[in-house]
C-alpha cells in the first residue's frame, strides 16, 4: 500500500480473510491502490438504494487503509441509518467493488512465443532457466507472487536481500510448454517424467519425418500439490534417439525449419514454447535458432534467443562461438533473429573478483543486455532432487524471485 495523501486518515475495521485476499489480488490485477478500490466500493455502496444481501463476516479479522477525509465517518452513519454493523457495511461494499471489477482476462499474445534458451557450455544452468522462466510464465493470475523489483538484477545472498526489492504482483497465467530438445533428458527427469522410449514415437522423429503418430500425443502436463500451474504447464519429454538428431537433420530438406515443422500442430494451443537446447552447436541449433526467428508481422521481442552464461572466464569464449553461429545462421537464411537477452546464472559474488568482473563484463556488452542474474542458492539443487518444480518447492526463495523478475523483463 502506497503512502496516504494529505487528505486521507487512516480508518481500522474488520473483513473476513477470504476478501482481504481478493481485495488484494483485484486491485493488483487492476493496477490499483487497495485505499482507492475500498473508497470506490464505500461509494457505490452509499449510493445503492436498497440493502444487499448479508454477506458472511465470520472469522473477520483486523483491516486497515486510508480514506478521504470525513469518508469513514459518513460510511458510519449510513450504516446506522441503515440497520447494519459497520464489518458487515464494509463488507458488502468491498463485494460490491469485486463484482463491479471483474478481473481481466489473461493477454495472450498474437503469435505464440517461442524463448530458445541455448549455449553450447555444458553446466551454465540452461535447464533450471528455461524451466523457471516456463513455470514463471504460467504462474496463476488469480494469485500474487513474490517478485524480485527488476532494477534489482543482481541476487546476492540470502543475507544481503532486503525486503524492500520484493514486490508481490499477479501471475502471467500463461499456456506454456516446455520442449526438452536436449538428449541427456535434464529437465525431463527434473519434472519427474520419464524419457521417452526410444522404439516409440519421439521429436526426433517427427522432425525427421519419421512420425508415428500427432505430437500432441507426447506432451504431458506438469501438475504440483498445490496446483500453482493448473493446467497450464506442460512438457514435450526428451528421448535418447535426439543424440541422433545431426544425423538425421543432415538427410532432411529445409532441416533448418525441422523444429518448426514438428510444433507447428500444437502452437495454437500454447501462448509460449521454451526450447531447452542441447550444449552443442550442429544442425539441432540451426534448427531451435530458425525456429525462435521473428515471423513475418511479429513484433520484435515476441520470440527470439536467450543465451544463459555464467560469472567466469570460460563462459565467454563459448558466448562468442554461439553468437557467431547465430550471426552466420541469420546472415545465410535472411531471417530476423532477437537477442532476448544474455542471464548470468549461478552467480555469487563471494566467489571474489572472478565473479564480480565477470558479472561487469556481461553487463557491459549492451547488446544483448543482461536481463537477469540468478543466484547460485540451494533450493533449486533441492527442488532437482525431489523432482518437483522449484516454483512450486520454494516459491518465495531469491531464485523463483528472480525467475519472475526474468519471466517479465523479457515479456
Known amino acids: 500500500?502506497?503512502?496516504?495523501?494529505?487528505?486521507?486518515?487512516?480508518?481500522?475495521?474488520?473483513?473476513?480473510?477470504?476478501?482481504?485476499?481478493?481485495?488484494?489480488?483485484?486491485?493488483?490485477?487492476?493496477?490499483?491502490?487497495?485505499?482507492?478500490a475500498v473508497e470506490a466500493g464505500i461509494e457505490a455502496w452509499r449510493g445503492l438504494g436498497s440493502n444487499l444481501p448479508a454477506v458472511d463476516?465470520?472469522?473477520?479479522?483486523?483491516?486497515s487503509t486510508f480514506l478521504p477525509e470525513d469518508q469513514w465517518s459518513e460510511f458510519r452513519d449510513d450504516c446506522t441509518a441503515r440497520g447494519v454493523s459497520i464489518v458487515q457495511g464494509?463488507?458488502?461494499?468491498?463485494?460490491?467493488?469485486?463484482?463491479?471489477?471483474?478481473?481481466?482476462?489473461?493477454?495472450?499474445?498474437?503469435?505464440?512465443r517461442r524463448l530458445i534458451v541455448c549455449n553450447q557450455k555444458g553446466g551454465v544452468g540452461k535447464t533450471a532457466v528455461a524451466s523457471g522462466v516456463g513455470q514463471s510464465m504460467a504462474e496463476d493470475s488469480e494469485s500474487l507472487h513474490r517478485v524480485r523489483v527488476s532494477k534489482h538484477l543482481a541476487i546476492l545472498t540470502e543475507e544481503e536481500s532486503n525486503p524492500l526489492d520484493y514486490e508481490?504482483?499477479?501471475?502471467?497465467?500463461?499456456?506454456?510448454?516446455?520442449?526438452?530438445?536436449?538428449?541427456?533428458?535434464?529437465?525431463?527427469?527434473q519434472l519427474g517424467h520419464e524419457l521417452l522410449d526410444i522404439k516409440g514415437d519421439s521429436l526426433t522423429k517427427h522432425m525427421a519425418g519419421n512420425a508415428q503418430g500427432d505430437i500432441a500425443d507426447l506432451i504431458v502436463p506438469v501438475t504440483t500439490e498445490d496446483n500453482r500451474f493448473g493446467d497450464r504447464l506442460h512438457l514435450l519429454p526428451a528421448?535418447?534417439?535426439?543424440?541422433?538428431?545431426?544425423?538425421?537433420?543432415?538427410?532432411?530438406?529445409?532441416?533448418?525449419?525441422?523444429?518448426?515443422?514438428?510444433?507447428?500442430?500444437?502452437?495454437?494451443?500454447?501462448?509460449?514454447i521454451v526450447v531447452d537446447c542441447p550444449p552443442s552447436l550442429g544442425l539441432s541449433m540451426d534448427a531451435a535458432a530458425y525456429y525462435g526467428r521473428r515471423r513475418p508481422e511479429e513484433e520484435p521481442g515476441?520470440?527470439?534467443?536467450?543465451?544463459?552464461?555464467?560469472?567466469?572466464?570460460?563462459?565467454?569464449?563459448?558466448?562468442?562461438?554461439?553468437?557467431?553461429?547465430?550471426?552466420?545462421?541469420?546472415?545465410?537464411?535472411?531471417?530476423?533473429?532477437?537477442?532476448?537477452?544474455?542471464?548470468?546464472?549461478?552467480?555469487?559474488?563471494?566467489?571474489?573478483?572472478i565473479a564480480t568482473t565477470s558479472l561487469q563484463s556481461w553487463v557491459d556488452i549492451?547488446?544483448?543486455?543482461?536481463?537477469?542474474?540468478?543466484?547460485?542458492?540451494?533450493?533449486?539443487?533441492?527442488?532437482?532432487?525431489?523432482?518437483?518444480?522449484?516454483?512450486?518447492?520454494?516459491p518465495r526463495c531469491d531464485q523463483a524471485v528472480g525467475m519472475r523478475a526474468l519471466a517479465r523483463e523479457i515479456s
Request: net charge negative; charged share 30%.
Open 90 to 112: 464494509l463488507s458488502q461494499s468491498v463485494t460490491l467493488w469485486l463484482e463491479k471489477n471483474p478481473g481481466p482476462a489473461v493477454e495472450r499474445p498474437r503469435f505464440p
Open 302 to 353: 515476441n520470440s527470439g534467443i536467450l543465451i544463459i552464461v555464467q560469472a567466469e572466464d570460460s563462459s565467454a569464449d563459448a558466448y562468442d562461438l554461439l553468437t557467431s553461429q547465430l550471426e552466420d545462421l541469420r546472415d545465410d537464411m535472411s531471417i530476423e533473429l532477437d537477442y532476448l537477452g544474455i542471464v548470468v546464472n549461478h552467480y555469487d559474488s563471494r566467489r571474489g573478483t
Open 1 to 36: 500500500m502506497t503512502q496516504p495523501a494529505n487528505d486521507r486518515e487512516k480508518v481500522v475495521s474488520k473483513l473476513p480473510p477470504d476478501l482481504q485476499q481478493k481485495l488484494k489480488v483485484r486491485s493488483a490485477q487492476h493496477a490499483m491502490d487497495i485505499q482507492h
Open 57 to 63: 463476516t465470520s472469522g473477520a479479522k483486523t483491516f
Open 239 to 272: 528421448c535418447t534417439d535426439a543424440f541422433l538428431l545431426d544425423v538425421e537433420l543432415s538427410k532432411v530438406r529445409a532441416r533448418e525449419a525441422a523444429l518448426e515443422r514438428a510444433l507447428a500442430p500444437i502452437e495454437a494451443d500454447v501462448d509460449v
Open 168 to 189: 508481490e504482483l499477479i501471475g502471467l497465467g500463461l499456456r506454456v510448454l516446455l520442449v526438452d530438445f536436449d538428449p541427456q533428458g535434464h529437465l525431463t527427469r
Open 366 to 394: 549492451k547488446d544483448p543486455r543482461v536481463v537477469g542474474v540468478i543466484g547460485d542458492l540451494k533450493e533449486q539443487k533441492e527442488a532437482v532432487r525431489v523432482k518437483q518444480p522449484l516454483l512450486s518447492y520454494a
